[in-house]
């Protein structure tokens, strides 16, 4: 159990174009979902939390027009990059919260060119 | 705010030794975890540790947490290929995961 995906799992696009990226929970329902980046050899950095039904929660220096996030239903959220350029290039993860666990998708690696 | 840091960096290590990853964290954290992650792939969790003195095992792997020394170590005992890999520790606060900056560790033949 416990099962979250991502879609897609690679996306290539170029500079200027917006590519949306989803985050489901499989076989449970999820209020609290999360938005990582993580750059080649480093750490995941927490982008912003996702609540359902309402707006998200942005960390420090994510620009919250250019990264929209929407979590529409208990098991959807969706990032969307939006005017993306080639250093957004990364590995996005997400996560969705279950009791005191977080249990993680297995990544969209975005290439932007 | 709640920050985590581990160490070593990078770890090579021969087959069939022991060794220690450490991770340190500032603040009190309400519970400790461990991820394994695989090149080009997402985390899998290991252990989650939600007291002081709690200790799991899982093969090759055990895991502990001291919260008045605010350090959680993950130790490896007779390690095999198998094992190369990052691995992370997170501290938890709220519904929110703070992570180390990992570990990189390489197992030799």
């Known amino acids: 159990g416990a099962v979250v995906s991502q879609h897609p799992s690679w996306v290539i696009c170029k500079s200027g174009t917006s590519v949306k990226i989803e985050c489901r929970s499989l076989?449970?329902?999820?209020?609290?979902m999360f938005w990582y980046r993580q750059f080649p050899k480093q750490s995941l950095m927490l982008m912003a939390t996702?609540?359902?039904?309402?707006?998200?929660?942005?960390e420090q220096g994510v620009e919250k027009d250019k990264f929209l996030i929407n979590h529409a239903s208990l098991t959807l959220s969706t990032l969307t990059v939006t005017s993306a350029h080639p250093e957004d290039s990364s590995f996005y993860i997400c996560?969705?919260?279950?009791?005191?666990?977080?249990?993680f998708g297995p990544g969209t690696r975005l290439t932007v060119t | 705010e709640l920050k985590v840091e581990q160490n070593p960096l990078f770890l090579s290590m021969q087959e069939g030794k022991n060794y220690t990853i450490y991770c340190n964290y500032s603040?009190?954290?309400?519970?400790l975890y461990w991820y394994r992650q695989d090149p080009g792939k997402s985390l899998e969790s290991l252990f989650v540790?939600?007291?002081?003195?709690a200790v799991k095992q899982e093969g090759r792997l055990m895991a502990s947490l001291d919260t008045k020394a605010r350090l959680s170590t993950l130790h490896i005992t007779a390690a095999v290929h198998d094992l190369s890999a990052t691995y992370f520790c997170?501290?938890?606060?709220?519904?929110?995961?703070?992570f180390g900056g990992g570990t990189r560790l390489m197992v030799k033949p």
């Open positions: 540790l939600l007291s002081n003195g």
């Open positions: 996560s969705a919260r279950l009791s005191y666990e977080q249990y």
């Open positions: 996702s609540n359902e039904g309402s707006k998200a929660t942005y």
């Open positions: 603040t009190t954290s309400d519970r």
């Open positions: 997170a501290g938890g606060a709220g519904n929110m995961l703070t």
């Open positions: 076989d449970f329902q999820a209020t609290t």
